[in-house]
């Protein structure tokens, strides 16, 4: 049984981000190389500082290099002009954050089909393939719900299927589980856990050693760079069989 492909979704080569605030700069990201293959489970593990939401925000196509290369699903990043960075994001990436982000006033079936309102899919459909990434999270019967009545751990799933309803090749999670308690931290898990092994490829950023053990390769970041010790766990193996 193979779920897992090996194209590599993702290739970074001597990526470096240099910030500059007037006069000063500070280069955040300092060589980093990595390859991503379709199906993996990705944690990127590191300190407070250490350039994770940086490389998170390069890999999401919100912000560019400052040189090095990034191709993503074998198209070069850092050829395209805004708009074409931002249809390449839309189309490709899907974005779980540790504050949920989802709009207080919406229901949950509108905050996840709000993507699709972007991408002027039809009422419709919008309802029909909202519902079906509720269900994916758990969630079918909180459509109705607005955030304020459900739970942090319900709140990160329904951001979870507002991530999954564009259908996008790569899930990048920053801190998904930074403001949550363990009970809740498990059930998001557990939901990455499953998407794995559909075939999704995720991206966890975490400063937590407990949370990145969950995923098949292990990338340690410090002061902008991977350091030695990129673990790839044993049930990739068996995922890859
Ligand atoms: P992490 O997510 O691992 O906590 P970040 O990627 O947010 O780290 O930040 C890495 C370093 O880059 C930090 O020293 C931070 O202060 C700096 N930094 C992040 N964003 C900016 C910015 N927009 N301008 C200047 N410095 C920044
Ligand atoms: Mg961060």
Known sequence: MSTAQHQP??????????????????????????????????????????????????????????????????EDVEQLDEDALAAVRNKRIGFVFQQFNLLPSLSALANVELPLVYARVAPNERKRRALAALARVGLADKAPNRPGELSGGQQQRVAIARALVTEPTILLADEPTGN?????????LAVFDELNREGRTIVLITHEHEVAERAGTIYNVTDGHFVDGTTHLTHMAVVAE
Do not use: H, W
Request: a negative charge.
């Open 9 to 74: 979704v993702i290739q970074l080569t001597d990526a470096r981000k240099t910030y500059r605030t007037g006069e000063i700069e500070f280069e955040a990201l300092r060589g980093i190389d990595c390859e991503i293959s379709e199906g993996e489970y990705v944690a990127i593990v590191g300190p407070s500082g250490s350039g994770k939401s940086t490389l998170m925000n390069i890999l999401g196509c919100l912000d560019v290099l400052t040189t090095g290369s990034y191709v993503l699903a074998g």
């Open 180 to 188: 949550l308690d363990s009970t809740s931290t498990e059930d998001i």
